[in-house]
T-cell receptor, first 114, second 112 residues
Framework: EAGVTQSPTHLIKTRGQQATLRCSPI?????VYWYQQALGLGLQFLLWYDEGEERNRGNFPPRFSGRQFPNYSSELNVNALELEDSALYLC?????????????FGSGTRLTVV | QKEVEQNSGPLSVPEGAIASLNCTYS??????FFWYRQYSGKSPELIMS????GDKEDGRFTAQLNKASQYVSLLIRDSQPSDSATYLC????????????FGKGITLSVRP
C-alpha cells in the first residue's frame, strides 16, 4: 500500500511569490491535514479537508489556502510568500470518522523563501 | 494555557536505561492520545496510541494514560542509540473530531 506522497520534496521561492504544494493520501483515506513545522516551533495545524470540504482551519492568515480534489488529493497554496514561511510542510491523511486511527504523514515539502 | 505540553528537554539517557517522556493536556474531553517519533529531517511516525486509562505495551514501548490527572507518558525500556529522536505527543481535542493537536516534542539522546 502506497503511503502519503507529497511533492515537491524541496521548493525554493522568492519573497512575494506563490508556492503550491501537493499531497496524495493513502488509498481509502478521505481526510487530509496540513501542518507547518518551522524550526523550533513544533507542528502547527494549518488546514483539514474531508470529502472535498474544508473542515477546520488553524491560526494562519488567509494567504494560506488549499483545496481537496474529488480523488481526495489536496493542494496547499501560499500566496505573497514571506521569509518566515520557510518551513517543512507536512501532509497527513486518515480515514473519515475514525479519530482513534491517528494520522499517517507524508515525507514533507521543505519550502525555503529567499 | 497551551493545549498539549511536553517537557522541553533535551533528555539524555545511557544505552540500556529506561527513558521516560511526559505530556500533559488541557482539554478534559480529549479521547485519543498518540506518540510520534521524528528523526532529524524526517516526518513523524506513529509509534503508540492509547485511549483508556492505564498502560499499553508494545515491545520496548509502554504508553501510560491518566485522564484524571490529564497526562500521558511514554516509557522506552532498554533504550538504544537508534531511539535517539524527537518524540511528539498528540491529542484529539474534543469537538474537533479527528484533528490532532501536537506538543512541541522532546528530543531524546541515547548515549552508547
Amino acid at each position: 500500500e502506497a503511503g502519503v506522497t507529497q511533492s515537491p520534496t524541496h521548493l525554493i521561492k522568492t519573497r512575494g511569490q506563490q508556492a503550491t504544494l501537493r499531497c496524495s493520501p493513502i488509498s481509502g483515506h478521505t481526510s487530509v491535514y496540513w501542518y507547518q513545522q518551522a524550526l523550533g516551533l513544533g507542528l502547527q495545524f494549518l488546514l483539514w479537508y474531508d470529502e472535498g470540504e474544508e473542515r477546520n482551519r488553524g491560526n494562519f492568515p488567509p494567504r494560506f489556502s488549499g483545496r481537496q480534489f474529488p480523488n481526495y488529493s489536496s493542494e496547499l497554496n501560499v500566496n505573497a510568500l514571506e521569509l518566515e514561511d520557510s518551513a517543512l510542510y507536512l501532509c497527513a491523511s486518515s480515514p473519515t470518522g475514525r479519530p482513534n486511527y491517528g494520522y499517517t504523514f507524508g515525507s514533507g515539502t521543505r519550502l525555503t523563501v529567499v | 494555557q497551551k493545549e498539549v505540553e511536553q517537557n522541553s528537554g533535551p533528555l539524555s539517557v545511557p544505552e540500556g536505561a529506561i527513558a521516560s517522556l511526559n505530556c500533559t493536556y488541557s482539554d478534559r474531553g480529549s479521547q485519543s492520545f498518540f506518540w510520534y517519533r521524528q528523526y532529524s529531517g524526517k516526518s513523524p511516525e506513529l509509534i503508540m496510541s492509547i485511549y483508556s486509562n492505564g498502560d499499553k505495551e508494545d515491545g520496548r514501548f509502554t504508553a501510560q494514560l491518566n485522564k484524571a490527572s490529564q497526562y500521558v507518558s511514554l516509557l522506552i525500556r532498554d533504550s538504544q542509540p537508534s531511539d535517539s529522536a524527537t518524540y511528539l505527543c498528540a491529542v484529539t481535542i474534543s469537538g474537533a473530531n479527528s484533528k490532532l493537536t501536537f506538543g512541541k516534542g522532546i528530543t531524546l539522546s541515547v548515549r552508547p
